[in-house]
Nanobody
Framework: VQLQASGGGLVQAGGSLRLSCAAS????????MGWFRQAPGKEREFVAGITRGGGGAWYADSVKGRFTISRDNAKNTVTLEMNSLNPEDTAVYYC??????????????????WGQGTLVTVSS
């Protein structure tokens, strides 16, 4: 199983980035997918999650209204569209997948698979 995250980079405050995560080696449609982030010296925190079929999404309060998660089960990809970025969004972003109950999506320990992370840096 491999989750390959991409799309990170350096952006000015107020800018936008799109992160993508390409999955292989698993039956993608069977997994809820999530994005987490980890800033230096901090714990990994939940950012957004999407249900197996893509019909439901869950966002951390800190990104609600600015970030949008989506998935394409035909292409085995999950995307995080990030707008109105601010320096507090600077972190390594990780995609993950799990097949535990949807209600656990914000809990990193339930995830079965993780991508390698992609760095997002927002300058002020």
């Amino acid at each position: 199983v491999q989750l390959q995250a991409s799309g990170g980079g350096l952006v000015q405050a107020g800018g936008s980035l799109r992160l993508s995560c390409a999955a292989s080696g698993l039956t993608f449609r069977n997994y809820h997918m999530g994005w987490f982030r980890q800033a230096p010296g901090k714990e990994r925190e939940f950012v957004a999650g999407i249900t197996r079929g893509g019909g439901g999404a869950w966002y951390a309060d800190s990104v609600k209204g600015r970030f949008t998660i989506s998935r394409d089960n035909a292409k085995n990809t999950v995307t995080l569209e990030m707008n109105s970025l601010n320096p507090e969004d600077t972190a390594v972003y990780y995609c993950g997948g799990h097949n535990s109950p949807w209600s656990t999506t914000a809990t990193p320990t339930v995830y079965d698979y993780w991508g390698q992370g992609t760095l997002v840096t927002v300058s002020s």
